[in-house]
């Protein structure tokens, strides 16, 4: 190892300069002399030493590290090398320690051979060295300052680069990726024959002298071992998987208070669920959750049987701000212990880059709350690892352990049929997930923090004021699909339904035809929408003009009618027309939801509307329109069956109930 002393003429970098030490005063104060501004300075031993210690001064080894000889230098543990090359070792320095001893050496034959014959005696060496030999490691060590100069580097000898032609390098490399691209499993016999049989085709287009040699198996094995280990898993198993294989486990995010970061995510649930009425199974929920990084406490859930959307990321999030309320005990003799105390706004909100958490109506929502967004890389989902554990555990300790569980891994299923073993409807499941939520979950010791997730919160508690919106109807006036949409004499067209009251005429005369409004809606309940005008501070409630058609009915259950009646040619679609396809259509689901097929039955979940805030789906069928006494003329409204002709039945002619004194 070099060493390093404060003495005339040492260079040293000091304070991100170099400096070099001009004279030393018998008070032991040295001057020093700054090498890029030629300034002087003058300096105590002790102050030197004292930042020596303290890691500001290092030696400054630019002339010594870029030479030849120091980057020969073995410098890995003494121990890897073999018996052989440290006794070598040993003998180097045992002739150079004993030719030091007569006195600084003269290299000369006449001088030195005589003393490397007597020190070879000594150390019963049969093969003593030339005293040119000696003279190179004696300059090796002067230079360097190192005694690991005297280690001879073998594993350098002989040739470095590769005797394989460079063309032949080139084909092999594409062999070698166009054949993981069909196979992952290739073998080096079959990279063996594809290259040999490109390399006569390369031939054929050369000259003799040109012509390409083919490598041997064992050659092909050494330029396959040249390839790094990373980029052969990458062949192997694609190069996501490989990243994921060989990336270093960092410390985790840390916050330090509760909802200073919350996380989102979807999982299909490893259970399918029956329907409360035919109790027939509907298929696998999803659940969308929201987790606190903190304190690891769920803050809100959101299930119901349609695909991740944006609907449900703000069932979720609201479910998540309010203060909860006790579920209702939908299995009897079951009560949750704990309360539910987790409620508030948070302050990020960790997302993932599916389409629903781009959406414009998402990004409204956070701005009004004041909640900042942060989205994960793409295929990265370890920037969001609480809640993808959590999803984990749910499915694996949770889910699993119910009757009709479909498992993560639908090979461990065997003759087991999770169809015919579901039991619970998604009421019954929503009320069972809560009490594994908060009296199994939040009461069981997290390793993450050392403690329960119970716990974690309350200690939180005592640091961080929990915050709300101003209001509950000022939560509902910002959380939702958010559009925008042109004022009209008519009033505003959202979904194909007409919403109109007295107050968009006061939009309509202070800002004229076609002035462009925000509107915002609930998916789940289309019977009224939040506008705001242009200059207007708080939103207009506005209702839908026909209410009867409007009121409780889903976003998704207005599109399939929408689209239904589209298809069928219906322009001119009056309001009995309207009420007429939501009875049809709520004949459908009911027959969607007794289908045979689950695939039918999927979608009779989905068009009902069946959540977790709404178990029971939406009921479209509407006592004030008296649909039973209709008689249909055409075929059954079904949307399996789009195909078929649809003919409109005779509508019953409109009448109002006159009362006395009216």
């Known amino acids: 190892m070099l060493t390093f002393g404060l003495h005339k003429n040492t260079v040293f970098n000091w304070h991100g300069k170099t400096h070099k030490v001009e004279r030393i005063t018998p008070d032991d104060k040295m001057l020093l002399e700054c090498m890029e501004t030629g300034e002087f300075s003058i300096e105590s031993r002790q102050q030197l030493l004292n930042d020596y210690k303290a890691g500001k001064i290092e030696a400054n080894l630019e002339g010594v590290q870029n030479s030849v000889l120091m980057k020969q230098i073995y410098s890995r543990p003494l121990s890897e090398l073999p018996e052989k090359i440290l006794n070598q070792v040993k003998r180097r320095k045992q002739y150079l320690t004993s030719i030091y001893e007569y006195g600084p050496p003269i290299f000369t034959r006449d001088y030195l051979e005589p003393i490397i014959l007597k020190i070879a005696v ?50 092999l490399v594409e062999v070698i990726e166009s054949l993981f691209r069909q196979s992952p499993q290739t073998t080096i016999k079959t990279i063996l024959g594809v290259l040999l049989g490109r390399i006569q085709e390369e031939n054929k287009r050369l000259t003799p002298d040109e012509a390409l040699k083919a490598p041997s198996r064992c050659t092909l094995y050494r330029l396959i071992s040249k390839i790094e280990v990373f980029e052969r898993i990458s062949l192997k198993i694609g190069k996501q998987a490989a990243e994921k294989l060989f990336r270093l486990v960092k410390n985790n995010v840390e916050t330090t208070h509760i909802l200073e970061r919350v996380e989102i995510d979807h999982t299909p649930l490893d259970l399918f669920l029956i329907d409360e009425n035919t109790h027939l199974p509907l298929g696998r929920p999803t659940v969308t959750i929201l987790i606190d990084h903190y304190s690891r406490m769920i803050l809100g859930y959101y299930i119901s049987y349609q695909n991740p959307s944006t609907a449900a990321v703000m069932g979720a999030l609201r479910h998540a701000i309010l203060p909860k309320t006790p579920i209702h005990q939908a299995i009897p003799n079951l009560k949750v212990e704990h309360q539910w105390v987790c409620y ?15 959406s414009v109506a998402l990004e409204s929502v956070a701005f009004d709350l004041g909640i900042q967004m942060q989205f994960c890389p793409k295929h990265e989902p370890r920037f969001k690892a609480v809640v993808e554990r959590y999803l984990k555990t749910l499915n694996y300790s949770f889910a699993s352990q119910i009757p009709g569980a479909s498992f993560a891994k639908w090979h461990l299923r065997g003759d087991y049929d999770p169809q015919k073993h579901a039991i619970l409807t998604l009421g019954e499941f929503t009320h069972l997930f809560e009490k594994w939520v908060l009296d199994i979950y939040a009461q069981t010791k997290h390793r993450g923090i050392n403690t329960t997730p119970w716990a974690k919160w309350h200690e939180g508690l005592r640091s961080y004021e929990l915050k709300l919106p101003m209001s509950v109807q000022d939560l509902q006036k910002r959380i939702g699909q958010v559009k925008t949409r042109s004022l009209s004499r008519e009033g505003i067209l959202v979904n194909g339904i007409h919403y ?45 003009l026909n209410q009867t058609y409007a009121r409780g009915l889903t976003e998704q259950q207005n599109q399939e009618i929408q689209y239904y009646l589209r298809e069928q040619g219906n322009a001119a679609v009056n309001e009995e027309r309207l009420i007429q396809a939501r009875y049809e259509l709520s004949k459908s689901i009911e027959d969607l939801l007794s289908s045979r097929h689950l695939k039918n039955r999927k979608k009779g979940g989905r068009l009902s509307g069946i959540s977790s805030n709404n178990p029971k789906g939406t009921i479209l069928k509407n006592k004030d329109a008296k649909p039973q006494k209709i008689k249909p003329s055409g075929p059954k409204f079904n949307p399996q069956r789009k195909e078929q002709p649809f003919q409109m039945p005779e509508m019953l002619p409109t009448f109002q109930l006159k009362t006395n004194g009216a």
């Not at 300059?139 to 394989?164: A, H, M, N, W, Y």
């Not at 998916?523 to 005008?533: C, F, H, K, M, S």
Request: net charge positive.
């Open 344 to 358: 508030g706004v948070p302050i990020l909100i960790v997302l993932d880059n599916g389409l629903e958490f781009h």
């Open 500 to 544: 109109i009251n007295d107050k968009l005429g006061q939009v309509l005369r202070a800002h004229g035809k076609g002035v462009k409004v925000r509107v915002m809606y609930d998916p789940q309940d289309l019977g009224e929408i939040q506008v705001w005008a242009p200059d207007s501070e708080e939103p207009i409630t506005v209702e839908a």
């Open 122 to 171: 000594e150390i019963s060496d049969k093969k003593p060295p030339n005293v040119t030999t000696v003279y190179r490691w004696h300059k090796k060590f002067c230079v360097t300052q190192e005694t690991r100069s005297l280690i001879p580097r073998i594993d350098r000898r002989g040739r470095r680069g590769l005797k394989v032609d460079y063309r032949v390098i080139s084909i």
